[in-house]
């Protein structure tokens, strides 16, 4: 796990995570790139045997799709506190927490829905193992970029 969270913190020190005028273009080039390097690391601890990798592989690129939904909406809601922090009313701050709260519901949702696709392709311990794995490293990148976010009424 040492090594995919090196690499985890080398794919966000060095895509250059800045939100600036076209935020949706600068999300859509660091989940291409972030997503073949997650697909190595996927396949290297998955390490599935031949004859259901197929099956996997299809269900993953599936997930990926709609997963990276949500990750855009999320950067978009994080791009959208950092534009209003200056002027952060009751009415905004409220907007943004329900948003994420959504967020996170539809990822909770997400990950039912494909526990299950991945199990019948695999095995529950594999679809698990996929579930904890993904888990890591999404739970990692929001863990680094919390970091760096101001809290409210931080900077007065």
Same mark, same amino acid.
């Given at each position: 796990m040492k090594k995919i969270s090196l690499f985890i913190f080398a794919s966000l020190l060095f895509t250059g995570i800045s939100f600036g005028q076209d935020v949706n273009d600068e999300i859509t080039l660091i989940q291409a790139e972030f997503g073949m390097e997650k697909r190595q690391i996927v396949?290297?601890?998955?390490?599935?045997?031949?004859?259901?990798k197929s099956g996997f592989w299809s269900i993953?690129?599936?997930?990926? +799709?709609?997963?990276?939904?949500? +990750?855009?909406?999320?950067?978009?809601v994080i791009d959208e506190y950092l534009n209003s922090y200056e002027s952060l009313d009751n009415e905004i701050a409220n907007s943004l927490a329900t948003r994420i709260l959504k967020n996170d519901a539809s990822l909770a949702k997400l990950h039912q829905k494909y526990y299950k696709k991945f199990k019948k392709v695999t095995s529950a311990r594999d679809a +698990?193992?996929?579930?904890?794995?993904?888990?890591?490293?999404h739970n990692t990148i929001r863990n680094a970029l919390q970091q760096e976010l101001p809290f409210i009424d931080e900077y007065k």
């Open positions: 396949d290297e601890v998955m390490d599935l045997p031949e004859s259901i993953y690129q599936q997930y990926e +799709a709609e997963r990276q939904l949500l +990750a855009r909406e999320r950067l978009l +698990a193992k996929f579930l904890q794995l993904d888990d890591y490293i």
